[in-house]
């Protein structure tokens, strides 16, 4: 399957046309598969796309052709006290990306690295970095309400993000089942779950059990391959682990539909709480089936929208505050049916 040229309205459309019909085969291959069609090994749709070099870019710097050269190879356009002019030819290249009408007043700017540091300091001319702990003399550009969020070399960082968002699943509980007692524990260090016997950093089984229980479910939602979690917490006691992680489904459409492919998403986690308590087997039957209503109706939106529904895009945590003795509670908590245990690792 092939998309050629250099309009880029044309390809625009082109390329649509294109993938639509190679995620239907690719869809229809594997729903084929997974219902026991035993075909030879089948092929999968490849897209060639061919178009320029530095396509969409300079099309001329200085008088030579860029664009569908070897010229492209090299950096496009090189600013500095040489060459001003290049300047206001790259601020028109990136403005022909129309970014006003892509973004609003609320994007956000997110650097893998320190804004400084590349050289785009000027962008806290009209906002500050987004910080909301404590500040100390010498500090720069920091404010609860910024729109930068850089400096994501930091895993711990992205953890907590990725643990904010596993909040949904706990927040649909308590609304839903608000008799069940759940406990959120947040894994940093990975190398606590075997025993410390088996690495420094592992915890004794007397804490282990006092965080996870000897015996309650625990719903594990992990970013990497499941096995991995299974095989740290071999030797515990607690045998009630299900461990929802990576299942190689990957998809082009948003950041949810991956962790939907993957049974990660907050849906998924609600049905795997009631499905793993039996107190749950009647009670728990209308919050399942609401679940897989709101998973067909993520589908049906994102294939016509491009885009997650609006409660996903625009989920706030309503919940109280957690405490520090609620997140780590000294005795454990036994109750009514509990608990079932959700857990965010790096």
Known sequence: MFVEGDDPAVMYELKANTLDPAVERIRADQTGARQG?????????????????????????????????????????????????HLAQFEAWMRSYKPAELFDENGRLLGPDETLSNLLGA????????????????????????????????????QGWLEGYLLTAVSILREHLPELKIRVVNVVDLMKLPPESEHPHGLSDAVYDAIFTPGKHIIFAFHGYPWLIHRLTYRRTNRN???????????????????VQNHLDRFHLVQDVVDRLPQLAITGVPLRQRMDERLAAHTRYLNVHGVDLPEIRNWTWEGQPVTGAERMPAPVRRGHGDAAVERTPR
Request: hydrophobic content about 35%; cysteine-free; charged content about 30%.
């Open 37 to 85: 069609d035993q075909e030879s090994r089948r092929r999968w749709p490849m897209i060639v796309l061919r178009s320029p070099k530095e396509w969409t870019g300079p099309k001329a710097v200085d008088g030579l052709r860029v664009e569908g050269t070897f010229r492209s190879h090299q950096v496009p356009l090189q600013i500095d006290a040489d060459r001003p002019e």
């Open 123 to 158: 962008v806290f001319e009209v906002t500050d970095r987004q910080w909301d702990a404590d500040v100390v003399a010498g500090d720069e550009f920091l404010a609860p309400a910024g729109r930068v969020l850089d400096s994501m070399l930091s895993e711990h960082q992205s």
């Open 241 to 259: 682990l299900h461990v929802r992680g990576y299942m190689e489904e990957s998809t082009i459409t948003t950041p949810f539909d991956m962790r």
